[in-house]
C-alpha cells in the first residue's frame, strides 16, 4: 500500500487533513510527505498503527495524543493523555507572563499544574536568565513535562515538584515574583457534555460546580507562595472575567487581556503588601 492509497482509505472515515497528518507520522514524514512522496510503501507495522490511529481519530482523540506532539509558541511538545493538549490561547498566557520579566533578570517563575510544560517551557526560552519551578498533582504528568523541558535544554533551570496546587511550594518555604496558571476552569456539568473533552484528563479540565474552583482556592493559597509586590496570571474560561475579577481582585489591582478571538483570556494580579 503506498502513501496516497493509505491517505485515501484514511479519508474515508476521517477529514483529509488529519488523515494526511496520520499518513505522516506513520510513515515518519516530515509535513506534507504524503504529498512531495505518494509513492513510499507503508510497511505492514506501519499500516497497523494507521489503522489504530485512524480509528481512534473517529472516535474523537485528539490528533495530539494520536502523533504525540503538539506545536506551541513556536517549539514541539511531547503530549500523552496524562496531559491537557497545549491549547493557541495559552500562548496569551505566556506572552502576559513575559511582560513581567525583564530580559536580563534572573527572576523565578512558578508554574502550577505544569502538564506538558508547554506554557512554562516557551517563557524560559525567552528569557534566558530565568528559571523555573513547575508543580503538579500527577506525577504522570510530570513524567511529561520532564522529558519537554530536557529536550529543549531546559532541565538545569527548572524543578519539578509533584503535589496539590500550592502544597509543594508551601512545603519548601519558597515564594516567587511570578506565579502563573491556566487552572482547570471548565464546568463539571459542561465537562460531561462535552464528548471533545473526554479524552482529556479530567483533573486538568473540571473546575467544579461553577468552573470557578480553583479561582478561590488561588485567592487563599496564592499570597502563601508569592512575594508582596509580585504578581499571579491566570487563564480564564470565554465570559469568566467578571466572576473571576470578584475573586481575584480582592487580593489586588488586577489587568486583564485579550486573546486573538477577542476573549478576556488572562488576568494579571498584583499581590497586596498588605496580604
Ligand atoms: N481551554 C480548555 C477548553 O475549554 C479548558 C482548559 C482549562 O480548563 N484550563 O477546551
Given at each position: 500500500m503506498t502513501a496516497r492509497e493509505a491517505l485515501r482509505e484514511a479519508a474515508r472515515r476521517i477529514p483529509p487533513r488529519d488523515a494526511a497528518l496520520l499518513v505522516d507520522q506513520a510513515l515518519g514524514m516530515g509535513p506534507h510527505g504524503v504529498y512531495?512522496?505518494?509513492?513510499?510503501?507503508?510497511?505492514?507495522h506501519a499500516r497497523r498503527w494507521l489503522a489504530r490511529a485512524v480509528a481512534a481519530r473517529a472516535r474523537g482523540v485528539p490528533l495530539a495524543y494520536l502523533r504525540g506532539w503538539r506545536e506551541f509558541h513556536g517549539h514541539v511538545f511531547r503530549v500523552s493523555p496524562r496531559v491537557l493538549v497545549p491549547r493557541p490561547e495559552s500562548e496569551h498566557l505566556v506572552e502576559a507572563a513575559l511582560a513581567w520579566i525583564d530580559a536580563g533578570i534572573e527572576v523565578t517563575v512558578a508554574e502550577l499544574g505544569v502538564g506538558s510544560g508547554a506554557v512554562l517551557a516557551s517563557i524560559l526560552r525567552m528569557r534566558?536568565?530565568?528559571?523555573?519551578?513547575?508543580?503538579?498533582?500527577?506525577?504522570?504528568?510530570l513524567a511529561v513535562a520532564r522529558r519537554n523541558f530536557r529536550a529543549l535544554g531546559l532541565a538545569g533551570r527548572v524543578t519539578l515538584l509533584a503535589g496539590d496546587l500550592t502544597a509543594p511550594l508551601v512545603a519548601r518555604g519558597l515564594r516567587v515574583p511570578l506565579l502563573i496558571m491556566n487552572p482547570p476552569y471548565v464546568p463539571t456539568a459542561a465537562l460531561a457534555a462535552?464528548?471533545?473533552?473526554?479524552p482529556e484528563p479530567r483533573v486538568a479540565l473540571d473546575g467544579g460546580v461553577d468552573g470557578l474552583d480553583f479561582y478561590r482556592r488561588l485567592r487563599r493559597e496564592a499570597p502563601r507562595v508569592v512575594r508582596p509586590g509580585g504578581h499571579l496570571v491566570v487563564e480564564l474560561g470565554d465570559g469568566q472575567r467578571p466572576q473571576v475579577q470578584a475573586i481575584l481582585g480582592e487580593l489586588g489591582p488586577v489587568r486583564v487581556s485579550r486573546d486573538l478571538a477577542g476573549v478576556?483570556?488572562?488576568?494579571?494580579?498584583?499581590?497586596?503588601?498588605a496580604l
Open positions: 512531495r512522496e505518494p509513492q513510499r510503501a507503508l510497511d505492514a534566558p536568565r530565568a528559571r523555573g519551578i513547575g508543580s503538579d498533582v500527577d506525577p504522570g504528568a462535552d464528548p471533545l473533552l473526554a478576556e483570556r488572562v488576568m494579571v494580579v498584583e499581590i497586596g503588601h
